[in-house]
């Protein structure tokens, strides 16, 4: 005679089930499938609205004033695409010497710059294009009119 | 003709998108607590560091030789690992994502519109870096086993360019003298040993066997079809991750329905299963897991069905990693309401527990102990991060003794109606030790990468 254990299974609750993160504007998050039927119920996503490659996307924060003429801020959200590709004019994430800078991508005849847009930074001459990594292109700044949480966050981590 | 699309060292990879400074310095990521050495990159490798390492036991060379040390970040990996599968699934008419950074892709019939595949395999090559920043590796050939053993080999041989195409037999050959049989997918430690004693020495050897000697010394069907597939013939039943003989970084269950599915709750109880057998492989070798993904499929040969045919969701457990079935299962049923689209017709689902470790600090020491009696309230707060060890290991053990499936979660049984375990995620201070995490580069406001 085998004993058998009997193994009581709890009740599923029915207090509602939330996902972190998941549905809610993510920082560099793409739409889901479930935000396919999001307009359906008036919500806006911004994501699916206004990014060309969402899973390409990446939020950055800003430290700095370096790029205040093209009001780009300390504390601004950029929203940064990994897979666009750089041109003349945009404002790009590069990678120099192992650190990561938001400047203008600008060329001068034969020679490419990173421009800061503010006099108390200098540009940068792209001497060895090799040695240039683009990270990618910013297509949109999020800044804070009224002092929120990217304000509050201004002087973390850096 | 399938293809194996993997990320080079993943988690080095990931670390480096988001701190460009460590390309081409020697870098290690550590598993949970920061006990061994879970991803090393080409410069960690050259130096002698394997796969497992204790940290302590290598502090010295790490030390000496400045190798960057990074604590694991699931949040990150799993976020990066999402943007690479949604790509993939965007790409390939159908994906079957096998881990964290792996995926298969059926690329039948393709060359009609993407010339040679080897284009086509370079170009979602390209597509995946220049997305996320990772480079990855693809292998294309007629069967998975095939397409693993290409990728293997395009791994180890850079001239390739990272990706290697066996468009023919001559080609297939020269591929297998490449590999040891221990290297095969699917072939562990101890039948490379027993192989080795039989003198098959190379994935050549293997795929020479006679079929009847494949089924009395390789675990039965599963090693004929792996000896099948090696001669390049597809075998639509070949789970060699699921053998249960090795112990594995990552676990998937996947299958093909009987039927075509349009049902959720028929679809869920599918999802259920896989994950259930895929919880109890994870219990089985004392791991628990930090990231899940779940994925379906369409059937693409079915009229009106427009791609992607496959769709797949990750998620890092917030509460932290579980071998509790009942806990995956309430996060898997969350992925699977957002993967879904009414109306549609699935006909395969998978699913894969990945960031597979020991449970660390600050929980369950064993997870066959039992519970010890606590306060009623306290025990639903510990249920969502320990599990219920206790439970699980009691349905282990009678599906064990009695047969695969005796004892299943309400959720696993196809049964119509609703089926479903809904449970609480309550967050958990589980953490062990992690010096070196890097940021939450893309999952957290606080964490987002700071520009100049």
């Known amino acids: 005679?085998?004993?058998?254990?009997?193994?009581?299974?709890?009740?599923?609750?029915?207090?509602?089930?939330?996902?972190?993160y998941f549905s809610c504007l993510v920082p560099a998050g793409f739409p889901s499938p479930a935000n396919d039927h999001a307009e359906v119920e008036g919500l806006f996503d911004l994501n699916r609205l206004l990014l060309r490659h969402p899973d390409a996307t990446y939020l950055v924060r800003v430290s700095g004033e370096s790029m205040a003429g093209a009001e780009i801020h300390a504390g601004d959200l950029l929203a940064v695409d990994k897979h666009l590709e750089a041109d003349h004019n945009h404002v790009v994430v590069?990678?120099?010497?192992?650190?990561?800078?938001?400047?203008?991508?600008?060329?001068?005849?034969?020679?490419?710059?990173?421009?800061?847009?503010?006099?108390?930074?200098?540009?940068?001459?792209?001497?060895?294009?090799?040695?240039?990594?683009?990270w990618g292109v910013v297509t949109h700044v999020v800044h804070e009119l009224i002092p929120g949480k990217l304000h509050a966050l201004l002087h973390t981590r850096e | 003709m399938y293809g194996l699309l993997d990320c080079n060292n993943f988690y080095v990879s990931c670390e480096r998108v988001f701190q460009p400074r460590y390309e081409g310095r020697p870098v290690v990521v550590l598993s949970n607590n920061d006990g061994n050495i879970i991803s090393r990159s080409a410069e960690a490798k050259a130096l002698g560091l394997r796969m497992g390492d204790p940290y302590f036991q290598v502090k010295e060379l790490l030390h000496q030789h400045d190798v960057a040390v990074f604590s694991s970040n699931y949040a990150l990996y799993g976020d990066m690992s999402r943007r690479v599968m949604w790509y993939l699934g965007q790409t390939a008419p159908a994906v079957e994502v096998y881990s964290i950074d792996e995926a298969f892709l059926d690329l039948a019939g393709l060359?009609?519109?993407?010339?040679?595949?080897?284009?086509?395999?370079?170009?979602?090559?390209?597509?995946?870096?220049?997305?996320?920043?990772?480079?990855?590796?693809?292998?294309?050939?007629?069967?998975?086993?095939?397409?693993?053993?290409?990728?293997?080999?395009?791994?180890?041989?850079?001239?390739?360019?990272?990706?290697?195409?066996?468009?023919?037999?001559?080609?297939?050959?020269?591929a297998l003298t490449q590999v040891e049989v221990g290297d095969v997918w699917g072939i562990g430690r101890q039948y490379a040993a027993k192989l080795a004693a039989a003198g098959v020495g190379t994935a050549a050897d293997l795929a020479r066997v006679p079929d009847a000697w494949a089924r009395k010394h390789l675990g039965g069907v599963v090693g004929a079809r792996l000896v099948q597939e090696l001669q390049g013939r597809p075998c639509a039943g070949l789970h060699p991750s699921e053998d249960g003989t090795l112990s594995r970084q990552s676990l998937s269950c996947s299958r093909t329905f009987g039927r075509p599915l349009s049902a959720f709750s028929d679809v869920l109880g599918a999802v259920s299963a896989f994950l259930s057998r895929a919880a109890e492989k994870l219990r089985a070798q004392g791991d628990t897991a930090h990231v899940l993904t779940v994925y379906i499929s369409k059937n693409r040969f079915a009229t009106n069905v427009q791609p992607p045919f496959s769709r797949?969701?990750?998620?890092?457990?917030?509460?932290?990693?579980?071998?509790?079935?009942?806990?995956?299962?309430?996060?898997?049923?969350?992925?699977?309401?957002r993967l879904w689209e009414p109306g549609t017709v699935y006909h395969k689902a998978g699913v894969v527990l990945d960031g597979l470790e020991p449970p660390g600090v600050g929980q369950q020491l064993t997870l066959f102990a039992p519970t010890p009696p606590e306060p009623e309230n306290k025990r639903e707060e510990k249920t969502a991060a320990t599990g219920r060890p206790a439970l699980m290991a009691s349905l282990d053990a009678l599906n064990s003794r009695f047969g695969k499936g005796t004892v299943r979660l309400a959720a696993a049984v196809p049964?119509?109606?609703?089926?479903?375990?809904?449970?609480?995620?309550?967050?958990?201070?589980?953490?062990?030790?992690?010096?070196?995490?890097?940021?939450?580069?893309?999952?957290?406001?606080?964490?987002?990468l700071i520009v100049q």
């Open chain 1, 94 to 134: 590069a990678v120099v010497e192992g650190e990561v800078t938001v400047k203008r991508l600008v060329r001068k005849g034969q020679t490419w710059w990173l421009m800061p847009e503010n006099p108390a930074y200098s540009p940068y001459e792209i001497t060895d294009p090799d040695g240039l990594r683009i």
């Open chain 1, 1 to 20: 005679m085998r004993e058998i254990e009997l193994i009581r299974v709890p009740a599923p609750t029915s207090v509602p089930f939330l996902l972190p």
């Open chain 2, 415 to 448: 049964a119509p109606g609703r089926g479903g375990v809904v449970g609480k995620a309550h967050a958990a201070p589980w953490e062990g030790k992690a010096q070196w995490r890097s940021p939450a580069f893309t999952t957290r406001l606080e964490d987002l």
């Open chain 2, 111 to 174: 060359e009609k519109y993407h010339g040679s595949l080897d284009t086509f395999a370079r170009k979602i090559r390209a597509g995946v870096k220049s997305r996320t920043g990772i480079p990855t590796c693809v292998g294309v050939a007629p069967t998975k086993t095939l397409a693993k053993l290409a990728n293997r080999i395009a791994k180890k041989n850079p001239d390739l360019g990272g990706v290697l195409y066996l468009d023919n037999a001559e080609r297939r050959a020269w």
């Open chain 2, 312 to 337: 797949s969701a990750t998620l890092t457990l917030p509460i932290g990693p579980t071998a509790d079935t009942t806990v995956l299962l309430s996060y898997a049923r969350a992925l699977l309401n």
